[in-house]
């Protein structure tokens, strides 16, 4: 019985490092790619960084394209989507809601006002039919009234995309 317990913990420490490593390697790369779309905004202009991003396939998106950094401004303005390009159509998305009436957007602003932050709310998979909880970094581009967000889906406990 003893061996049997050694051999489930040594299983579960494994397993725990496991996902653990994946959610950090996620956020870090959510964090990255937030922070060289922001250095692209500086070095290269909002326009140009407008067009690049909005592409469905772009240097900002990896994944197989289910991971991807958006571009908005303070007023809650989508800027560029490679997703979801018709979210740049709107003037404002403050009020946009998701399936379970989280205004999410206002979480955006609220982290983007302190320089960056982590939100949560669910949002659809890239080319499934799904929803699931989304987790999204912030980044504020400093000096500037724009910001990046980049996140990372949980699939299943411990599965994360």
């Given at each position: 019985?003893?061996?049997?317990?050694?051999?489930?913990a040594g299983?579960?420490?494994?397993?725990?490092?496991?996902v653990?490593?994946?959610?950090?390697?996620?956020r870090?790369?959510?964090?990255?790619?937030?922070?060289?779309?922001?250095?692209?905004?500086?070095t290269n202009?909002?326009?140009a960084?407008?067009?690049?991003?909005?592409i469905?396939?772009?240097?900002?998106t990896?994944?197989?394209?289910?991971?991807?950094?958006?571009?908005?401004?303070?007023d809650c303005?989508?800027?560029a989507?490679?997703?979801k390009?018709?979210?740049a159509?709107?003037?404002?998305?403050?009020?946009?809601?998701?399936?379970?009436?989280?205004?999410?957007?206002?979480?955006?602003?609220?982290?983007?006002?302190?320089g960056?932050?982590?939100?949560r709310?669910?949002?659809p998979?890239p080319?499934?039919?799904?929803?699931?909880?989304k987790?999204?970094?912030?980044?504020r581009?400093?000096?500037?009234?724009?910001?990046?967000?980049?996140g990372?889906?949980?699939?299943?406990?411990?599965?994360?995309?």
């Open positions: 019985m003893h061996r049997i317990g050694i051999v489930v299983v579960m420490l494994l397993f725990f490092v496991a653990s490593n994946g959610v950090a390697g996620t870090d790369n959510c964090i990255a790619k937030c922070k060289e779309a922001a250095n692209f905004v500086k202009g909002i326009k960084a407008v067009k690049e991003i909005s469905r396939h772009n240097r900002f990896w994944n197989d394209g289910v991971s991807y950094v958006f571009l908005m401004d303070m303005k989508m800027l989507h490679p997703v390009p018709e979210m159509q709107a003037d404002n998305l403050i009020e946009t809601k998701d399936v379970n009436g989280k205004a999410f957007f206002v979480d955006f602003i609220k982290a983007a006002q302190k960056k932050g982590w939100t709310y669910d949002w998979v080319g499934q039919e799904v929803i699931k909880p987790h999204t970094f912030i980044y581009i400093p000096d500037t009234q724009y910001f990046v967000g980049s990372f889906y949980v699939m299943s406990p411990g599965v994360f995309y």
